[in-house]
């Protein structure tokens, strides 16, 4: 994707807080974009694992907590609770896709630990590689992602 000087700028705002999320996408990360997600495309092939690999795993976390109709559903090492909100969200990167708004709890029943994660969380890190600047509340370190889904190689 070729982007005018005007295009980069709308994209960059809509990572900005108060544009498509209140707290936006990049805490207080001072990194450019491309420069966030080239460092965790980094931290992928050092693991061996592929970003459509994780967004795979993380959807099929969201259909399955979809079956507990908002309330918490056993699946194997998780307990999975998704919570729905009307209409939807775009994509920051301006590719004209949009998400429905569903948030996913996710309890890890060995590790004790627990992630949340949106269903545009999934859309950035398989279609994008991004997987949320540094201090931000959307951040899901590969590393900890890897482990959480028992991914490691
Ligand atoms: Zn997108």
Not at 97 to 104: D, E, L, Q, R, T
Request: aromatic share 8%.
């Amino acid at each position: 994707m070729i982007e005018t000087p005007d295009e980069k700028k709308l994209i960059k705002a809509n990572f900005a807080p108060g544009k498509i999320s209140k707290d936006g996408f990049l805490g207080s990360d001072e990194r450019h974009l491309p420069d966030i997600i080239a460092q965790d495309n980094q931290t992928l092939l050092s693991l061996d694992i592929s970003r459509e690999e994780i967004a795979k795993n993380l959807q099929m976390l969201i259909d399955e907590g979809k079956k507990g109709l908002e309330s918490p559903i056993d699946y194997g090492n998780f307990i999975i609770q998704v919570q729905w909100s009307r209409g939807a969200l775009p994509c920051p990167f301006g590719d004209k896709i949009f998400v429905p708004k569903i948030m996913a709890t996710v309890r890890h029943k060995q590790l004790k630990s627990t992630i949340e994660f949106s269903q545009l969380s999934v859309h950035l890190i398989g279609k994008h590689g991004f997987f949320g600047g540094k201090g931000s509340h959307f951040r899901l370190e590969p590393v900890d992602l890897v482990g959480f889904l028992n991914l490691k190689r």
